[in-house]
């Protein structure tokens, strides 16, 4: 007889592979048998399968070679039998146009591995910015039980006296040296102070934002997604998170089990509180469709502006670091703040609710992770922008913009690819001044393609060195989590497919309203339709392989970006043993 709570052999769905008495089974078991396993390591016991990230040019997650170890060790522990496998890294530092590009290619992978092989549940190990999402979404799309382990933050960056974030700071200091205010002696050193250690960048951009909305989906260990990357805790969190998952197969609690309607609500409700990246507004929307969850830009909205901002985190706040967030409560103490937003009734991966799984949590630092009545800004960080000029939305995370630009009203001075903005920037003859609104086009999702990180469009050089920091910038791309201004963002439906903002002329009067959450472009209805009838659409940029369907499938950054083929719900066959 079973113990209770445990599933029988005959129940697992790696059975189908292992157990029965055909000529399959025998094939399997043989195979295994070569792979250097005894039967009694593996026969009856939960498969866990181990989708690693790590790679050597992906400094985020070059420490997860040895995680995965940790994992293993926490499978046996609890009676599993563990399978590592290596799934596609999706390296923010060196992956270009962008990963953004490949986060669908991923979350494939993820869903074909895990519902192609003789495994029971899976633990996922990514946070390298679009590395979370896809493996979420994938893992979504397999049905299978799953817990994430978060990379973790890296160490903070030192210079002169001084603690970087990694790479809010690169962003200043780099204007700082267009402007000539520091040399290259400082840039070298800034080169070797600014990424200490192995892990995601340590301020509250996408990486620390979209694994603290794991975390608050309740996919995590509690308080995982702020250890430190070195930081030992590291270590046993990955282990726990093996232990886990095996429970979890016996339960048979599933990653649709957890990843609710209300999961959703609450992920929402930690980005918008924590001053998260723009980023986490397409992610979160495409991890919704996923697992059937409707999830829109109004909830974003909405939900904004309900909830405060309470952690001081770079760059939404002014001081504070990832480890700094961490040793004041983490996650589970920020969200201890706010149990009147959240709906706590709800299951977790470790605990049957949300209640119990924050039961106990403290804050130890009141500046880090704010009361409700001393809060960094008083509603949620990031804003729903519609008008003429974006009919679909945009995003603007204003807590990180200048006050005094967000109800503003300047000529357009208009690029048409990332490309010719660096060659012309800082041309004198383009008559950019303070008040001027920067437009960048043909850098959505198509356009792009893959809506590259070119939001953060750089100042003209002549104005750096007047002291001016930040303009009026606006485009259908993204930028960092780690990047700040007064960036309109995700314009949908983007330039590419004749959006709006391929309409937008140089010298075109544009008004951004942030408190009335509209974006518009002075410009008629009938000068519209006439500049319209005479567009014409770019060329195609991929005419075959994977950026051919890629094209062909994407969709606006509205809906999450995912494929629509992906995103459609659908049966698909378990293939077991066949």
Same mark, same amino acid.
């Given at each position: 007889m079973k113990p209770p709570g445990k599933k029988s052999p005959e129940q697992l769905r790696s059975h189908h592979w292992y157990g029965t008495d055909g000529l399959r089974s025998f094939s399997h078991r043989a195979r295994t048998r070569q792979l250097g396993y005894l039967p009694e390591e593996h026969l009856g016991k939960p498969v866990v399968a181990i989708l690693n990230t790590w790679s050597d040019i992906n400094p985020c997650h070059v420490h997860l070679r040895d995680r995965a170890q940790a994992v293993k060790r926490g499978v046996w522990q609890a009676g599993g039998f563990p399978l590592e496998f290596p799934v596609s890294t999706l390296s923010e530092t060196f992956q270009k146009p962008t990963p953004m590009l490949y986060r669908n290619l991923l979350a494939m992978e993820t869903e074909e591995l895990l519902r192609s092989y003789p495994v029971d549940g899976a633990v996922l190990m990514g946070g390298c910015d679009k590395s979370t999402p896809a493996l979420l979404m994938g893992a979504a799309s397999a049905g299978l039980p799953a817990v994430f382990v978060p990379a973790g933050p890296m160490l903070p960056g030192h210079w002169r006296g001084e603690t970087l974030g990694s790479g809010t700071d690169m962003w200043k200091y780099w204007d700082d040296r267009r402007a000539g205010v520091i040399g290259d002696c400082e840039m070298q050193e800034l080169e070797s102070g600014l990424a200490r250690s192995p892990g995601h960048c340590m301020t509250m951009g996408t990486a620390s934002t979209l694994t603290a909305a794991a975390e608050a989906l309740g996919v995590t260990v509690p308080g995982a997604s702020s250890i430190p990357a070195v930081d030992s805790g590291h270590d046993r969190m990955a282990a726990k998170a093996g232990m886990t998952i095996v429970e979890l197969v016996h339960k048979g609690r599933k990653l649709s089990d957890v990843l609710t309607a209300e999961a959703f609500q609450d992920a929402v409700t930690t980005v918008l509180g924590l001053g998260g990246s723009t980023n986490a507004v397409i992610h979160l929307i495409a991890m919704a469709r996923r697992a059937g969850v409707e999830l829109t830009l109004d909830d974003f909205d909405r939900v904004a502006r309900t909830v405060p901002v309470l952690a001081n985190v770079r760059p939404g706040g002014r001081t504070y670091l990832m480890e700094d967030f961490h040793f004041a409560g983490g996650l589970p103490g920020f969200l201890s703040r706010i149990p009147d937003l959240l709906r706590l009734e709800r299951p977790t991966v470790c605990h049957d609710t949300l209640r119990e799984q924050i039961a106990g949590a403290r804050v130890h630092d009141d500046d880090v992770i704010r009361p409700r009545g001393n809060p960094v800004a008083p509603e949620g960080g990031v804003a729903v922008l519609r008008g003429n000029l974006c009919p679909d939305g945009a995003v603007i995370k204003h807590i990180a913009a200048a006050p005094h630009l967000l109800r503003h009203t300047g000529p357009a001075v208009v690029f048409d690819d990332y490309r010719q903005m660096q060659r012309t920037i800082d041309d004198p003859a383009l008559d950019i001044t303070a008040d001027s609104v920067l437009v960048l086009r043909n850098a959505g999702p198509k356009g792009g393609p893959g809506m590259p990180e070119y939001g953060m469009l750089p100042l003209p050089e002549h104005l750096l060195k007047q002291g001016v920091r930040d303009m009026?910038?606006?485009? +259908? @791309?993204?930028?960092?989590?780690?990047?700040?201004?007064?960036?309109?963002?995700?314009?949908?439906? =983007?330039?590419?497919? #004749?959006?709006?903002?391929?309409?937008?002329?140089?010298?075109d009067l544009i008004t951004l309203d942030v408190e009335?959450?509209?974006?518009?472009?002075?410009?008629? +209805? @009938?000068?519209?339709?006439?500049?319209?009838?005479?567009?014409?659409?770019?060329?195609?940029?991929? =005419?075959?392989?994977? #950026?051919?369907?890629?094209?062909?499938?994407?969709?606006?950054?509205?809906t999450g970006c995912d494929f629509e083929f992906l995103a459609r719900p659908g049966a698909v066959r378990d293939p077991y043993a066949g």
């Open positions: 009026v910038r606006i485009s +259908d @791309a993204r930028m960092s989590g780690t990047s700040y201004g007064t960036c309109v963002l995700h314009i949908a439906p =983007e330039s590419y497919v #004749g959006g709006p903002l391929a309409l937008v002329r140089t010298g009335n959450r509209t974006l518009r472009l002075e410009v008629d +209805d @009938a000068e519209l339709a006439r500049r319209r009838a005479r567009w014409t659409p770019p060329p195609v940029r991929h =005419e075959r392989g994977y #950026g051919a369907l890629y094209h062909d499938q994407i969709t606006q950054a509205d």
